[in-house]
């Protein structure tokens, strides 16, 4: 085995998975409790302890304060999130469960492991490429790749397919849509275009679930989550348990809480049905079909040019999001692999390439930039100058890594300064799209308009940009890397959350599951009638009891007995996420 071994990792909105390269392919690294998915949920239970994962998300249910989700929606931008008390960045959010999934591979691998691949949405502009790579710094890991999402899965189902063939691989997780055009030849895995959203995914079908059972109520889902977080937090399980059934089933029973969160007297029982299910949430999939049809032009190909249509992500599990697919494409989708799964994997083949496994050394990988780059322009039109457009340098869906150089010239005469500003976008009008940075350009020559300037823009497979401007008369150069201006952390401030996390009070691995079992069954003991709340409060005495005597023996056999009871009669089942 590798002596420094390199993970991937997909950083998901609703769950999170850790793999790498081995002999025989990608291999998924089990986390504390056992699981393959880590809830990308982070907790800070009563006693100041940090809980990340399926203990998170059971405490999340009765203690929505307490707990943090979603938060990948909001990388790279300055939207705080208050866990307990205290304010945190979606950087370091992310970062506490990357760190919760190195300790899982530091314990597979037992040494520490410190290199990573993370993957993220296709769609996902510089900021937030920039906010990814310091949520790994802040865990401990040196970023080696960035890599997109569908790209991973492409590598996933092409890693050992033989043959020439053209794959759209469709990307719908539990937040965020990628759709990418993907050809197979040679060897050489090759993106050819990507599209989608960063804000779209099964979460968004659960909450418009949510919503309409509230409004039976006469209840406005906003107004709702702001004054009875509680009764939401507990609604939104009961909906997403109902969604994922009536894949399966043609209606699903959803038990909405009373105002205090509890499921008592004033507590009700809605039924949905399938055919509610796919009218309420149509709205939110028909969001889907412009990224599909923009791909397919980028790629300059028909529906009837690709060889097949590839699934990923846990929502893609939703019959209609199966049907809604199959219409838009007029074909069949696949879904050979786990779709929750199948990012990893691909993730774990492109580390394997960084640390130069063997199993990898004839694949060849390509990718894209998703948004165009380019600068703000002034045009003249009949005698006036009008500043503020937009001129491409690099267009959206460019192979990367590249490089590409544009000739500007000077607007006035004896203009000895020009400054660069640099945005990501596809409007025409700069201001509508995202600035990336600015800098100057000094030391023109004085004389007539029209002095040149060329302008370089080279972008890496991390989605880094570097610009360089060169004054051709003199062939003085500025180099300017937009990683550095685009906003986000600071140096100082991800060596201050290094330290911030190193003071949490985090558990250690051992505990994890214990802590799982205590926050599922005291959730559980809530909703059971009362005969089987007795008997799980006495299942819960001995537990606590056998914790607070210490002894590995005994709490090992209490949790088997607490765990066999829950999987029996809790009413949310695992409730797990898409």
């Not at 050489?188 to 949510?210: I, W």
């Not at 640099?422 to 020559?445: C, D, H, M, S, T």
Request: aromatic share 6%.
């Amino acid at each position: 085995m590798d002596t420094d071994p390199v993970i991937g990792i997909d950083l998901g909105t609703t769950n999170s998975a850790v793999a790498f390269l081995g002999p025989d392919g990608p291999v998924l690294i089990p986390n504390a409790v056992g699981g393959r998915l880590t809830p990308s949920v982070v907790g800070v239970d009563e006693s100041g302890a940090v809980l990340v994962g399926a203990a998170a998300r059971e405490l999340r249910v009765l203690r929505p304060d307490r707990c943090a989700s979603l938060f990948k929606r909001y990388m790279g931008t300055d939207h705080p999130t208050t866990v307990a008390g205290r304010t945190y960045s979606p950087e370091e959010l992310s970062g506490l469960v990357l760190r919760s999934l190195k300790a899982d591979a530091d314990a597979y691998f037992k040494r520490p492991v410190t290199r990573a691949v993370i993957t993220v949405p296709a769609y996902f502009n510089d900021r937030q490429r920039k906010a990814t790579i310091a949520a790994g710094r802040i865990a401990g890991l040196a970023v080696e790749r960035i890599l997109n999402e569908p790209t991973a899965a492409a590598i996933a189902y092409g890693f050992h397919d033989e043959g020439d063939k053209k794959l759209l691989v469709f990307d719908l997780g539990g937040g965020t849509f990628d759709v990418s055009v993907v050809e197979l030849f040679e060897g050489t895995l090759e993106v050819r275009a990507s599209a989608g959203e960063s804000a779209l995914g099964g979460e968004d079908f659960t909450r418009a679930v949510a919503a309409r059972v509230l409004e039976t109520r006469g209840v406005a889902f906003e107004r709702a989550e702001a004054r009875t977080p509680k009764l939401v937090s507990r609604l939104i399980q009961q909906c997403e348990r109902a969604k994922c059934l009536l894949s399966r089933e043609e209606s699903a029973a959803v038990r909405v809480p009373d105002d205090a969160g509890e499921y008592g007297p004033g507590s009700a029982e809605v039924t949905v049905t399938r055919e509610q299910l796919e009218k309420w949430v149509s709205p939110v999939l028909a969001r889907v079909e412009l990224p599909i049809r923009r791909v397919l032009g980028d790629a300059k190909l028909t529906p009837a040019q690709l060889d097949e249509v590839i699934l990923v992500g846990g929502a893609t599990r939703m019959p209609l999001v199966v049907r809604r697919v199959a219409e838009v494409l007029g074909k069949e989708p696949r879904r050979r692999l786990n779709p929750d799964e199948v990012v990893a994997l691909g993730a774990a083949v492109q580390a394997g390439l960084v640390g130069r496994s063997a199993a990898v050394e004839d694949l060849v990988v390509t990718d894209v930039a998703p948004f165009t780059l380019g600068v703000a322009v002034a045009k003249q039109f009949g005698g006036d100058m009008r500043e503020g457009y937009f001129d491409p340098v690099i267009d959206r869906n460019t192979t990367i890594p590249v490089s590409r150089v544009k000739r500007y010239s000077t607007m006035v005469p004896n203009q000895t300064v020009i400054v660069v500003r640099v945005y990501q976008g596809e409007a025409r009008r700069a201001e509508e799209n995202l600035p990336l940075g600015e800098f100057e350009v000094k030391g023109i020559p004085p004389g007539p308009a029209g002095q040149e300037v060329d302008i370089r823009f080279t972008y890496d497979l991390n989605g880094v940009l570097e610009v360089e401007a060169t004054v051709v008369a003199t062939r003085r150069t500025v180099t300017h890397v937009i990683a550095r201006h685009a906003r986000g952390m600071t140096e100082e401030q991800i060596r201050r959350a290094v330290r911030d996390m190193d003071k949490l009070k985090a558990h250690p691995r051992d505990e994890e599951a214990n802590r799982l079992a205590l926050h599922r069954a005291e959730r559980a003991y809530k909703e059971l009638a009362a005969d089987l709340r007795q008997a799980l409060g006495l299942l819960l005495d001995g537990f606590e009891a056998a914790l607070e005597g210490r002894d590995k023996e005994a709490i090992a056999r209490h949790r088997a007995a607490l765990e066999q009871f829950l999987s029996l009669h809790d009413p949310a089942g695992d409730g797990g996420d898409e």
